[in-house]
Each structure stands twice: as C-alpha cells, then as structure tokens.
C-alpha cells in the first residue's frame, strides 16, 4: 500500500510541529505541508493530492467544522481540539477519529492506523476479511464488542445508530454515522434505506418492496432497489 499524503491544519505552531514530529515517525504516512488556517490549506490542496487532515476545529475565519463542508470528495479528517464538545461534530462529518488535546503518540497512532485500515479496505475491497466476525462500538462510555453474526439490522437515527441484535432484550446505541459504520461492513450487509443497513442472511421473507426480519418490515428504498434486486436474482432458484 502507497503512503498516505497528510496535510496538517492548525492555527497553533507548537501543535504543527507536534503533530509534523508524529507524522514524520509513522512509516506509512507522508506529510505533504502544514497550514495555519484553511484558506492556505485549499490553496495547498488545489497543488497536491492530500488523502488525510489532521484538521484543527477552533481556527479564525473559518473553523474545521465549517471547512470540512466545503469538501466534496476530498480526503478523510481525523479531527484535532482541546474541547470535547464538538466530538457529535465530528460523527456528523463522518470524521475518521477525534483526537482530544493535548495527545500523545500513541493516541496519535491509534487514529492514524484506523486511517490506514480505511485506505486499504477502499483500495483492495476485495481484501476486506468476511471472517472478521465483530467490531467495537462506543455505547455509553464503553466499547461494545459486537457480534457481526448476531446483528439483524443498523438503524441510523440522526447522530446514532441503533444496533438490532437477535436474543438481546434492547438493542444497542451507539454515537456514529450509518455512513461511517457501512464502510467497516463486510459484503452481506446492505443498505436499502437511508435509514437501514440489514444483514441479507437474516432476511426470512420479501415482500412487495419490503424486507421483514423477524417482527420488523423494512422498506427498500427506491434508489437501493436496483442492487438489492440483482443480489436476489443471483441467490433466486431458476425455473
């Protein structure tokens, strides 16, 4: 896998240089400039191709939250600030991590390795492991491991999602994006709803242009319906 090309944005030089010191001693990222404010990071970014921000939120003029939306198609921020506050911000701009200053290397590292996960399941899809059978997910101050096999379907509600399992008596929720969640997700699941990602294996019935698993209806959208109707054809019987 390439390096990744990392552009820093923040407003203060001593985390520039901080945040340089740890780019620069992490094999798989290459630094490719530092900007002090976003106006001088679009400027730099119109010369160079940038797959990372390491992106300060409290900045003059135009803060990270508000730069960050002004990107279309544009690299994958991992968020850096003293406040905690803007931490549902962050899940709202489908940020990669959050890191909270003032943070060492090893908090650094934590972010930039799930950066590279994200860039190696984009470019070799194909190497996206089926077997990996769980993930982890914040859910009231802990990290949940969750059982992919178990799962029948996420349901995105605004800044959360809601993680519906078999046997559990209440579902699970947790403070992330569907967006943000579908991209860690191995191939049978599938949104077929701006609302719902299902796992195909759980689907006991369809009918007309709904999914029901278990007690619950779910609608296919009609911008899902082509896909989710090629993956039935492939697993119909042909007569």
């Known amino acids: 896998m390439k390096k990744i090309n990392c552009l820093i944005v923040d407003d203060e030089p001593p985390a520039l240089h901080l945040i340089k010191g740890y780019v620069n001693k992490t094999p798989f990222l290459e630094l490719k400039g530092k900007c002090a404010n976003a106006f001088e990071a679009m400027e730099l970014m119109n010369s160079n191709s940038i797959d990372l921000l390491f992106l300060d939120i409290q900045m003059p003029d135009l803060n990270g939250i508000e730069f960050s939306r002004t990107l279309t198609n544009g690299p994958k921020i991992i968020l850096t600030t003293a406040f905690e506050k803007y931490a549902l911000e962050g899940f709202r701009i489908d940020a990669l991590d959050y890191l909270l200053k003032p943070f060492n ?74 967006k943000a969640l579908e991209e860690q997700l191995p191939s049978k699941f599938m949104r077929v709803h701006r609302s719902f990602i299902i796992n195909l294996e759980k689907i006991e019935a369809i009918e007309r242009t709904q999914v029901i698993i278990g007690k619950n209806h779910i609608r296919i959208a009609d911008q899902h319906k082509n896909e989710f109707m090629e993956y039935l054809a492939s697993k119909s019987m042909k007569f």
């Open 105 to 178: 290397y090893e908090e650094f590292l934590k972010a930039a390795n799930k950066a590279k996960e994200w860039f190696r399941t984009k470019l070799n899809p194909e190497q996206k492991t089926e077997t990996d059978s769980f993930l982890y997910v914040k859910s009231e101050y802990k990290q949940i491991k969750i059982d992919l096999n178990k799962v029948l379907f996420f349901e995105g509600l605004k800044d959360y999602v809601k993680i519906h399992l078999e046997d559990a008596d209440k579902a699970v929720l947790s403070l992330i994006s569907l």
